[in-house]
């Protein structure tokens, strides 16, 4: 099956040559060429160029004339396997309770857990299902999908189990974090240690033997799991193969982003608290910072400090934390819009950062994030807007035309 895309006003996000992230100057470059084709053989883009070489004679022509073609998003850390939303939580949130006053107040972590527990795994995948569409239209054409609302052993490995029917249904790339140290459950609240014993010698090891997981996640953060907690636990996953992609540094200055990348994270995630030190330490490492702007926008706390972070020399993430309690939105071209007005990326910044920036923090960076041959057609028709630019700056009206993943409508 041959598709081409003709007539492209500009084709964005080119990239040839070893994938790798984007960090530093770095991250302002975009490459693009106007007046284009991409051709898709089966599900990867074979070719592009522009439209004075167009071949023809194909089984499938999309007439592009007036649109941008995008790489389609990559979202490297949602929870949107949930059997409840929490908009109750919202109004406590507006008569002035912060996040740790709704938490302590019965809500938060543990609310979503007392009422996954009785959902049943079908329902739950049904809702998944739902969301997982939504956000396809959104333009994210891989993502990573977190547990965590489980919390006893059953639960967890319930919420895994969607997460693989979501990969086995869905064309789009999907990764799987364990969370099962998102919170202490309240049967465990005088006895942590054997919950942390729960997740090391009953949880891990089965979600090892089934397979469910690629990537170990805990909540390193006051109140919820203490540097050393994560650390032993980060180390039990490592025995399976399974590397860190952290909670870290969301509510306080916790440690979290050293322990992270002690184990060789992936990435450490939220870091709406950070001191230089914690800069000096990413600086050093492999581990790639990701920042979920959407999250400080609904729970109203700070912004990370990317621009500091930027010109420090950091590559940077994006990605949207969907998830009922602290980031109830999927929307990236929001998040894009949220990334340039209030932590002052360029469009250009937040671009790479949701596109092979975010395919690195799932390890997918060969794969998707970027126009380059042989990639996965993952891909994003705009309707007529005249550039880059116009997604982030006219904010909530949708510019998206279509969506293609491996080389398909969606
Ligand atoms: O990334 N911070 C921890 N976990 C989620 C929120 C979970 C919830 O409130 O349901 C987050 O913000
Ligand atoms: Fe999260």
């Known amino acids: ?72 998003w990559c979202d490297s850390h949602t929870h949107i396997v949930f059997a409840t939303t929490r908009e109750k939580e919202f109004e406590m949130k507006i008569k002035g309770m912060s996040y ?20 049943s795994e079908d329902d ?12 396809t239209q959104f ?5 990573e999908i977190k547990s965590g609302y489980g919390l006893s052993l059953e639960s967890e490995v319930k919420m895994l189990r969607v997460i693989r029917r979501l990969s086995a249904y869905s064309p789009i790339s999907i990764k799987s974090t364990f969370l099962g140290a998102h919170a202490i459950p309240t049967e465990y609240k005088k006895r942590r240690e054997d919950y942390i014993n729960l997740i090391i010698n009953k949880m891990l090891p089965k979600i090892a033997e089934e397979k469910l997981a690629d990537y170990c996640d805990v909540f390193c953060e006051k109140g919820f799991f203490t540097v050393d907690e994560t650390d032993r636990i980060l180390k039990a996953a490592a025995k399976y193969g399974i590397p860190p992609k952290i909670h870290a540094n969301q509510l306080s200055n916790s440690g979290a982003v050293q322990v992270g990348i002690a184990n060789n994270a992936i990435s450490v995630d939220h870091l709406e608290v950070m001191g230089d030190t914690e ?35 950091l590559g940077i993430t994006l990605a949207t934390d969907f998830n009922p309690g602290s980031s109830p939105s999927g929307n990236i071209p929001f998040l894009l819009s949220l990334a340039c007005t209030k932590m002052k990326l360029t469009p250009e910044e937040a671009f790479n950062a949701v596109t092979i920036n975010g395919a690195y923090a799932m390890q997918l960076e060969d794969e998707v994030g970027s126009i380059t041959k042989g990639k996965l057609a993952n891909l994003i028709i705009t309707k007529n807007i005249p550039n880059l630019t116009y997604i982030p700056y006219m904010f909530g009206t949708n510019h998206i035309e279509k969506v293609l993943v491996r080389g398909k409508v969606m």
């Open 1 to 72: 099956m041959r598709t081409l895309i003709k007539n492209i006003k500009n084709i964005i996000g080119i990239i040839e040559g070893p994938q790798t992230y984007k960090k530093a100057e770095a991250l302002s470059n975009v490459e693009m060429l106007a007046n284009g084709y991409i051709l898709i053989e089966d599900e990867r883009i074979s070719d592009y160029g522009s439209m004075v070489d167009c071949p023809d004679n194909m089984d499938q022509v999309i007439d592009a004339t007036d649109s941008l073609v995008l790489p389609a």
């Open 124 to 135: 739950l995948y049904e809702m998944a299902k739902g969301r997982l569409e939504e956000v």
């Open 100 to 119: 740790e006053d709704i938490a302590a107040a019965g809500g938060g972590i543990l609310n979503s857990a007392r009422k996954l527990k009785d959902c």
């Open 279 to 313: 800069i000096e330490a990413l600086l050093q490492s492999n581990t790639i910072p990701t920042l979920l702007p959407s999250c400080s926008y609904y729970i109203n706390i700070p912004y990370a400090p990317a621009r500091k972070m930027i010109e420090a020399g």
């Open 139 to 143: 333009g994210t054409g891989a993502i």
